[in-house]
C-alpha cells in the first residue's frame, strides 16, 4: 500500500522544525508499504492539491496529525481527500479529545474515517493491516489484552533511519545559496533542525496545558544509547552532505529528571554526539549549576523556559507555583555566563492581569540577559482543566475556537481586563521587545562576546519577530532591515575587523563547539517567507 503522512500548516505562520510523529509512524509502519510525506509547512498545499497529489501518487492511506490550531484546516484537508475515494485516518492531541467531532457524530460532518487516540506508535501498524484489507474500524484506542490504556515504554524505540530519508522540503538553505555555502568551512549546503525526543511525560498538570493529560504523569525514558546512537547518525548525514543539523530535544521537560539528564549528558559529550541543541526546561530545574554546565558542554544553546507570568499569583490559579518570578533572572544569568541563551515564554489574559501587565514584565525582561521573549494569549485548549473551569463558569466566548482559527484571540473574557485590553498588552509586548531599539539593546549588551554571539542573537530576534508581525514576502524583510539599519551596519563593520569572529567567549565551553551558525541559517531560511512559528508554553 501507498500512505500518505501529512501535516497541515496553520495558514498564518511558518514552522521552522518538521514533525516527530512523521518520522517515527514511517519508521513504524510494517514492511511491504511505501510511506511518503508531506508538511504543509515546507510545501504548502490547498485541498485541490492534495487531492490532485493523492491521485498522481497512487495514495490508499492517507494519514493526517494536528494540534488544535491547524485542526480546521486538518479537516479541509481531510474531507478533500475522501472526495477521492481514499480513506484518513487521523491522529494527534486534538482529535484525541474530540474524536467524535472528527467522526462526524456530533451531528457535523465526517471527516476522519478512522481516529487514533493518544500515543500510536502500537496502534499504527494495526491501522496499517486493517487499512490494507479495507477493514478501518472507527477508533483506535491505545490498549492492551485487558483493555486497560497501555503506553509505550520507549524501552524499545524505532531506529529512525536518518541517513536514508528523503528531507529536501526540510532544507533551511534557500536553494540560490545551498552551492556556495556547502562551500564553507566543514560546509553549510543544508542546514535542518530536527525533533528528538528523549523521553515523554510531565506530571506537573498547569492547567492551560494539553501534556499530563495526553502522554499521561508516568515520565518514560528512552535509553541514553538509543540517543546518543540518533545524534551520531544526524551528525553523519550532515557530514555526508556538507551540511549542518541541529537538534530540538521536543521533552516538554527535558530535565524532569535531573539525574538521568545529566547521565544523558555526559553520554553524549563522552561519545562525541554534541550537536548544537535546543530544549524546553522549566525555569525550577536549572538551579543545579551542574546541569547547565552539562547543557553547555554538551551543545545546547537555547533553552525554551515557560515563564508565563511574572504575577505569582496568575502562576498559581493556573497550577504553575513552582514558577518563582523571583529566581527568574538568576536562573537566565547562569545560562548566559555559559552563553547558552533563553527563550522565554508569557501568557497574557491570566485572571490577575490588568492592562498595563505587558510593560510591567518587560520592565522585567530589560534587567535579564538578552534573549527571545515570546507573548501569547492564555488559550483554553480542548480537554485541559482550564478549558472545563472556564466553561463551567460560563466565560467561554468561542467554545469551539478551533472550528474558526484566528491567531493570538481570546476565546474567554478574562477577570480583570476585556479581550481587547488583553489583546492590546499581546501587541504592545511584541512592539517593544523587537523594535529596532530593543534590539540594538541586544546586540550591545553582548559588546564582551565574539561577534558571532552579537550575530546569532541579532539574527535570532529577526527571526522571532515573525511569530507575531507578517513578514511574509520580500517588501517586508526590506522594512525591517531598513529600520534595522543601524545594527546591521555595525556588525558588518564588526565583521570585516581581523578576529572578529574568534574572540574569546566570556566562557569556553569544555567541548569546543561552532557558534552562531545555527540561527544564521535559520534566519536565511526566514528571508524566503518571513515568518516562523511559536513555541508551546514549555
Ligand atoms: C515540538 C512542539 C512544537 C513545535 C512544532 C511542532 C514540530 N515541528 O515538532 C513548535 C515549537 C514550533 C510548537 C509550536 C506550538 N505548539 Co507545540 N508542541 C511541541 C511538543 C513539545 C512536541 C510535539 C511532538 O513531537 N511530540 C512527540 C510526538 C511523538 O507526539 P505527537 O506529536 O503527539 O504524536 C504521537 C500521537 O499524537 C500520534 N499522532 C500524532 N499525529 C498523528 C497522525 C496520525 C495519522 C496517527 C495515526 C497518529 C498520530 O502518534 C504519535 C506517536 O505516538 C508538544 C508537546 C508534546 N509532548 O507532544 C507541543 C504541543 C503539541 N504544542 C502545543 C501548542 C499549543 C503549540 C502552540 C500553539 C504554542 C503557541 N502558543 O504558540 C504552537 C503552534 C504551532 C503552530 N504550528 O502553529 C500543544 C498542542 C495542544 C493542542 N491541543 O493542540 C502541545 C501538546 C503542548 C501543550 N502545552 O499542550 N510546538
Ligand atoms: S506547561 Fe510544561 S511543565 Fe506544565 S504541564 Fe505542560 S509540559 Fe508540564
Request: charged fraction near 20%; proline fraction near 7%; include cysteine.
Amino acid at each position: 500500500m501507498k500512505i500518505l503522512l501529512y501535516n497541515p500548516d496553520n495558514g498564518v505562520t511558518r514552522n521552522f522544525m518538521p514533525h516527530l510523529w512523521m518520522f517515527l509512524l514511517q519508521a513504524l509502519t510494517p514492511p511491504g508499504h511505501e510511506v511518503l510525506l508531506v508538511d504543509g509547512n515546507a510545501q504548502r498545499m490547498d485541498e485541490a492539491g492534495i487531492a490532485q497529489f493523492v491521485r498522481d501518487n497512487n495514495i490508499e492511506l492517507v494519514g493526517i496529525g494536528a494540534m488544535t490550531r491547524m485542526i480546521a484546516k486538518a479537516y479541509r484537508m481531510a474531507d478533500a481527500v475522501r472526495t477521492t475515494g481514499v480513506p484518513v485516518v487521523m491522529g494527534g492531541p486534538h482529535v484525541t479529545e474530540m474524536a467524535d467531532e472528527a467522526l462526524g457524530r456530533y451531528g457535523g460532518p465526517r471527516h476522519a474515517d478512522a481516529v487514533a487516540l493518544g500515543e500510536a506508535d502500537a496502534t499504527w501498524p494495526r491501522i496499517v493491516e486493517d487499512a490494507a484489507r479495507g477493514q478501518l474500524k472507527d477508533v483506535y484506542a491505545p490498549v492492551d489484552a485487558f483493555g486497560q490504556e497501555s503506553k509505550p515504554t520507549l524501552k524499545e524505540y524505532p531506529v529512525i533511519p536518518w541517513q536514508s530519508i528523503d528531507l529536501k522540503q526540510f532544507n533551511l538553505v534557500p536553494k540560490a545559496v545551498k552551492a556556495t555555502l556547502q562551500k564553507i568551512g566543514e560546509g553549510w549546503g543544508t542546514f535542518r533542525l530536527i525533533p528528538v525526543e528523549s523521553g515523554r511525560g510531565c506530571p506537573y498538570g498547569c492547567e492551560f496545558c494539553t501534556v499530563t493529560g495526553f502522554f499521561g504523569d508516568s515520565i518514560r525514558f528512552r535509553t541514553n544509547e538509543s540517543v546518543v546512537n540518533e545524534l551520531l547518525l544526524l551528525k553523519a548525514r550532515a557530514r555526508s552532505e556538507k551540511g549542518q543539523m541541529a537538534v530540538f530535544f521536543i521533552d516538554d521537560n527535558f530535565a524532569i529528571n535531573i539525574k538521568r539528564t545529566k547521565s544523558l549528558l555526559r553520554d553524549i559529550i563522552a561519545a562525541g554526539a554534541q550537536v548544537h541543541w535546543v530544549a524546553q526546561i522549566s525555569a525550577n530545574l536549572l538551579r543545579d549549576e551542574e546541569l547547565v554546565d552539562l547543557i553547555a558542554d554538551s551543545g545546547g544553546k537555547w533553552i525554551f523556559i515557560g515563564m508565563e507570568s511574572i504575577d505569582p499569583a496568575n502562576l498559581k490559579d493556573v497550577n504553575k507555583g513552582f514558577n518563582k518570578p523571583g529566581e527568574y533572572g538568576a536562573v537566565l544569568e547562569r545560562l548566559a555566563q555559559r552563553n547558552v541563551y533563553a527563550i522565554t515564554s508569557f501568557i497574557f489574559g491570566m485572571d490577575n492581569d490588568t492592562t498595563g501587565v505587558a510593560e510591567r514584565t518587560l520592565a522585567q525582561v530589560r534587567t535579564w540577559p538578552p534573549g527571545l521573549p515570546i507573548f501569547g494569549l492564555l488559550t483554553p485548549l480542548p480537554a485541559t482543566p482550564l478549558y472545563k473551569r472556564l466553561e463551567k463558569a460560563g466565560r467561554l466566548t468561542r467554545p469551539k475556537h478551533w472550528q474558526e482559527f484566528i491567531p493570538f484571540a481570546m476565546a474567554h473574557t478574562p477577570l480583570k481586563m476585556s479581550i481587547e485590553e488583553a489583546h492590546a498588552e499581546v501587541s504592545y509586548g511584541w512592539d517593544e521587545a523587537y523594535s529596532p531599539a530593543a534590539l540594538a539593546h541586544a546586540v550591545e549588551s553582548l559588546n564582551d562576546q565574539p561577534l558571532g554571539y552579537r550575530v546569532n542573537i541579532f539574527l535570532a530576534r529577526l527571526c522571532f519577530r515573525g511569530i507575531y508581525f507578517p513578514m511574509m514576502g520580500k517588501m517586508a524583510w526590506l522594512k525591517v532591515i531598513a529600520q534595522n539599519r543601524r545594527t546591521i551596519f555595525k556588525l558588518v563593520r564588526e565583521g570585516f575587523k581581523a578576529g572578529a569572529w574568534r574572540g574569546r567567549p566570556a566562557r569556553i565551553p569544555a567541548i569546543p563547539v561552532p557558534q552562531a551558525e545555527p540561527v544564521v541559517a535559520i534566519a536565511q531560511a526566514a528571508g524566503g517567507d518571513g515568518r516562523v512559528i511559536a513555541f508551546p508554553a514549555d
